[in-house]
């Protein structure tokens, strides 16, 4: 309620306080004058000095303290809208500059191979298959059966070497900064939240939304799953992809709330 009537204030700008003082002048004179002249049935004009200056005396004393709060109230609202404005501003410079930061983090990933090496997203492609191989080769459960604990494990297994937490690292906790900055400010509604989350989501490729779905089945990714489930960022998640680790969809799908893979 508060913030629509600021938006609606700092929409229409100075022109709106002038005429609301404006009409709040003549609604409080003109209630102050016929209160007087219903009171003390003072119809017609006086040619009592005395009478006027009594007149005078109770309209000032009507009027003077109510256009002091209007101007207090016109003054309070006029400093919470620029106030909450600028830190609006200062919240939006924050935020495109840890997304560029995240541009800058993506593209700095690299694998590199004996004849080659491959940069930036193509290199999430290339974990998957290194997550397969866990899953594959590495990792087995009690039962030998495919499990998502299993899948969990073979998660784990990757991100807890020390390559690929050179390599990740800092991506995902930048990416977990960003989603903390939009997540904790107080100067956005939840529909603004929303939509500065999808800005950030519409950032992401398709194999980074692929990955980050492991990164928060694994350990140190567990702080970021309220962040994936509030925001919807499994979005467009590629159900194949997962199928194709020999774990039942249904089963993994279900690591996360329902609204992660929703398109809000």
């Not at 899953?135 to 690929?164: I, P, Q, W």
């Not at 928060?216 to 680790?245: D, H, P």
């Amino acid at each position: 309620m508060i913030d629509s009537v600021c938006r609606w204030f700092r929409s229409k700008s100075l022109s709106v306080l002038i005429f609301l003082t404006i009409s709040l002048t003549f609604v409080c004179a003109g209630f102050a004058v016929w209160k007087y002249w219903y009171q003390f049935h003072a119809f017609g004009l006086s040619d009592s000095t005395e009478k006027w200056g009594q007149f005078g005396d109770f309209i000032g004393g009507v009027l003077n303290p109510l256009l002091g709060l209007a101007s207090i109230i016109i003054v309070c609202v006029t400093l919470y809208t620029t106030s909450k404005f600028g830190a609006k501003q200062s919240f939006e410079t924050l935020l495109f500059e840890l997304i560029k930061i995240h541009r800058e983090n993506l593209f700095s990933i690299e694998i590199v191979y004996p004849e080659n090496s491959v940069k930036g997203r193509q290199c999430f492609d290339d974990f998957l298959d290194e997550i397969r191989w866990n899953y594959d080769h590495e990792v087995y459960d009690d039962t030998g059966n495919n499990s998502a604990n299993r899948l969990t494990d073979s998660v784990n297994k990757f991100f807890d070497d020390f390559n690929n937490q050179n390599e990740l690292g800092h991506y995902y906790r930048n990416l977990y900064l960003i989603f903390k900055h939009i997540d904790e400010s107080f100067v956005l509604s939840k529909v603004e939240k929303t939509k500065y989350a999808k800005i950030v989501r519409a950032q992401m490729s398709s194999a980074e939304t692929n990955f980050l779905f492991f990164n928060c089945m694994s350990k140190r990714g567990t702080a970021f799953k309220r962040f994936i489930e509030e925001y919807s960022l499994l979005q467009g998640l590629n159900s194949e992809l997962l199928g194709n680790l020999g774990v039942d969809n249904t089963v993994l799908f279900s690591l996360f709330d329902g609204k992660a893979y929703e398109d809000h």
